[in-house]
């Protein structure tokens, strides 16, 4: 008994006898195929083209040929139908392919923008004209009182650059008197 699974589980030899049975299963399905096809076509054959009797009379030769000549026009007119259908079909199927390759191109997702909105902007964005409520974030803020201490009265005092000028000059000038 051979199970179809997980062939990495099964002896190399059992994989070589199984592939070899589908092989020939397959082959004998092909040739039935073929030997059905060629007797088909050889069925359409011979009640399409019957065997030809050629008379010895000019009007029966006569006769045979606006025969053959008018099946020849209806042969041709079925050919030409079923070569017009098949051109149909292939355009349309050629266009619904590049329908597809089409469709598949053109979705790409785009770059969003970075986009500077407040929120009053965004409500009234979003809800249209019913937005009436006011959003000011910093009104809503603590107010926080800044203490200020005498050292940074000092290093604000020592930081300003015009007053370290004037000290300089001033210390030029002994040296220099």
Known sequence: TCRFGDSSTLPHNIINHRESCMLMVANTLLDTEATAKAQE????LAEACPPLDLPYSRDELLEL???????????EEERYSAEFKL???????RD??????DLRGK???PR???????A??????????????????RANLKQVKKEVKEEDKQLRDVGDWR??????SDRKKMFDG
């Open 120 to 137: 009053d902007a965004m409500l009234k964005a979003l809800l249209g004209s019913k937005h009436t409520v006011n959003m000011d974030l």
């Open 65 to 75: 040929c606006k025969k053959l000549h008018e099946q020849i026009g209806i042969s």
């Open 96 to 101: 619904l392919n590049i329908k597809i390759v």
């Open 163 to 168: 007053k370290n000028i004037e000290d300089k």
């Open 41 to 44: 076509r050889e069925k359409f």
């Open 112 to 118: 969003l923008k970075k986009v500077r909105m407040s």
């Open 87 to 93: 051109n149909m079909v292939l355009n349309e199927v």
């Open 107 to 109: 979705f790409k997702r």
